[in-house]
């Protein structure tokens, strides 16, 4: 397997942990009703751990191509961690899309959140308690599709700025012999 499909299959694996820890967060909090402390504690702590997770997991990534860097001389491009940090992004948004397809499946609404653990607080909050989705005001039901953004974001931060501050330091220190 060459070096990109291996680091997807990392980011999908990080994804997949993420997934089950958040849901258990979630599940957890959602065992104490609905206080407002609680409910922005599980949205904290969700965002956090995912995010946390998957920059490292980037950061991971970023060290074996700095290796590669080492001992190649060959840098990698920017575009291979912009593309994974996209791939990412696409459970959450191809379970968004079936959300937007089936707007009238209060099953749809339901799974959602739990496909997408990692901000099942923060769509709780947005829906509302409203069922099905289509009784979701559009600004809500549209700013539901933008969490993913900030896995594609943990990716691609976590990985660039480990990769770029690693290749600066050997080539530093190559210069300097």
Same mark, same amino acid.
């Given at each position: 397997m060459n070096r990109f499909g291996k680091? $997807?299959?990392?980011?999908f694996g990080w994804l997949l942990i993420s997934e089950i820890l958040c849901l258990i967060l /979630?599940?957890?909090i959602a065992i104490l009703r609905n206080p407002v402390i609680v409910r922005g504690a599980g949205?904290?702590? /969700?965002a956090a751990a995912h995010i946390l $997770?998957? /920059?490292n997991a980037a950061q991971k990534t970023a060290d074996e191509d700095a290796v590669f860097y080492r001992t190649s001389g060959k840098r990698t491009k920017p575009v291979k961690p912009l593309l994974i940090a996209l791939c990412s992004m696409l459970p959450a948004c191809a379970t968004y899309l079936l959300l937007? $397809?089936?707007?009238?499946?209060t099953l749809m609404l339901n799974l959602f959140p $739990?496909?997408?653990?990692?901000f099942i607080q923060i769509h709780r909050l947005l829906t509302g308690g409203a069922e099905p989705f289509s009784a979701v005001e559009p600004l809500r039901g549209w700013l539901m599709a933008f969490p993913p953004l900030l896995t594609a974001a943990a990716w691609f931060l976590g990985y660039e700025l480990r990769y770029l501050r690693s290749c600066a330091e050997f080539d530093a220190k190559r210069n300097r012999a």
């Open positions: 680091h $997807l299959a990392v980011c /979630g599940i957890s949205i904290l702590f /969700g $997770l998957i /920059g937007r $397809l089936n707007p009238e499946s $739990l496909l997408n653990a990692p």
